[in-house]
């Protein structure tokens, strides 16, 4: 029987591998593709997972969607759940193909040793999504990068510069993501700075996730022959790493309250540094109190999304459409949750080196409200927000 194709997409946090995949998901259900999907978060918050089968073209469900969160996919035990996940996924669907989205901590060569021998799937493609925002303000437009690699390999450390040079030897295709925030000779020198650590592959460009799916299906089987000498030597000190090797942790926050406008403003100015790589999740702010937002953050900048109404909003809205039956059953939807406020509440999850994530995670604690704020917000106050009220629609 012939194997299934699956295309890994790999890259560090924030990178844009999520935007990428949903993108291909688009134009697969477009194109009537069959496709399956696996999405990997080292935190036990499982924001891409959610964001993906939020799309509704795969889903448990529908048997076509795997989430795998808490755990490394590179680790022994990850390698051990991508086995038991995937064996019953390629028994009950034969898709047109599988989409592998990796967490950002994840080092490729685990997953390329696995699927050289597995006999069912064929690597078509590891992709590996490099951040350009990133290596241009943390590294120089990336001159800086194989410097302190080399230096780190030559002290025997393993920190984030090794992850970051090893994604990018072990992949088929390198990506450059976010160009569209940076001048175009920027993006030359930073294609320049890092091609040497792998250059048997063309580095490509894209913004937004605009890759055709049709250049993806195309891609030839990965080439195991040319990194063999590759996995051979770095094989012990890979298979000794987890996520805390790179110095990495991350911490993840629950609660109902919603934070402060200002207050979350002016930490996220001031307690949010370099070790900071990643951090994501949903909030809700009084100011908007109907609107499900999503925090995104990858190294210096912050993005906020709509996602969509809470249900304890919507009841609040005065023009609201519902009719008197829709009304009774949020009503009574909203009365079964949890929290004090219904269904809103925040969770998110930050990544990074240990003190920063400690600090920074303490410092968004302090940004929800108290109790007397809350009093004066339910009794009709209003509180300063700095947040950008615009709303911009992204399309393909």
Avoid at 22 to 36: E, G, P, R, T
Avoid at 101 to 116: A, D, K, N, Q, V
Avoid at 144 to 163: D, H, S, V
Avoid at 354 to 359: C, M, R, S, T, Y
Wanted: charged letters at 20%; glycine letters at 6%.
């Amino acid at each position: 029987m012939q194997k299934i194709p699956l295309t890994i997409l790999n890259g560090f946090l924030g990178a844009g591998k999520t935007t990428l995949l949903k993108s291909l998901l688009i134009q697969a259900h477009k194109q009537q593709l069959a496709v399956c999907v696996i999405v990997n978060d080292m935190s036990e918050l499982d924001v891409d997972g959610v964001l993906i089968a939020n799309t509704e073209i795969v889903n448990a469900s529908k048997h076509n969607f795997i989430t795998l969160s808490a755990d490394n996919i590179s680790s022994r035990s990850g390698i051990e759940k991508l086995h038991a996940a995937l064996t019953p996924l390629i028994i009950t669907h034969r898709p047109d193909l599988i989409l592998l989205e990796t967490s950002g901590s994840s080092h490729p060569l685990p997953l390329i040793r696995y699927f050289r021998d597995h006999p069912d799937v064929q690597l078509n493609g590891f992709l590996s999504l490099v951040d350009s925002v990133m290596l241009n303000d943390d590294y120089q437009q990336g001159e800086t990068l194989i410097t302190r690699f080399q230096a780190n390999l030559q002290r025997g450390e393993r920190r984030i510069e090794n992850l970051l040079a090893e994604q990018i030897m072990f992949c088929s295709h390198l990506l450059l993501t976010k160009n569209d925030r940076l001048p175009s000779s920027s993006i030359t020198r930073i294609a320049q700075a890092i091609h040497p650590l792998n250059p048997y592959v063309a580095v490509m460009a894209v913004s937004r996730g605009n890759l055709s799916l049709s250049e993806l299906m195309a891609m030839p089987s990965y080439d195991f022959g040319r990194i063999a000498q590759l996995i051979e030597e770095l094989a012990d000190e890979v298979d000794a790493t987890d996520p805390g090797a790179w110095h990495m942790t991350s911490e993840v926050i629950h609660d109902d309250r919603p934070f402060h406008p200002q207050r979350l403003w002016d930490t996220c100015h001031h307690f949010m540094g370099a070790g900071i790589y990643r951090s994501k999740g949903f909030f809700w702010l009084p100011t908007r109190d109907d609107l499900a937002l999503l925090w995104n953050q990858a190294t210096g900048s912050i993005s906020l999304e709509f996602i969509s109404y809470w249900k304890a909003g919507i009841l609040n809205h005065r023009d609201s459409p519902l009719t008197a039956e829709e009304r009774a059953a949020v009503e009574q939807a909203v009365a079964k949750m949890p929290g004090r406020f219904g269904d809103r509440r925040c969770s998110l999850t930050v990544i990074g080196e240990p003190d920063e994530v400690k600090a920074f995670s303490a410092a968004l604690k302090r940004c929800f409200l108290n109790e007397e704020e809350i009093a004066w917000w339910q009794s009709g106050g209003e509180f300063a927000d700095p947040w950008p009220q615009r709303v911009a629609r992204v399309t393909a």
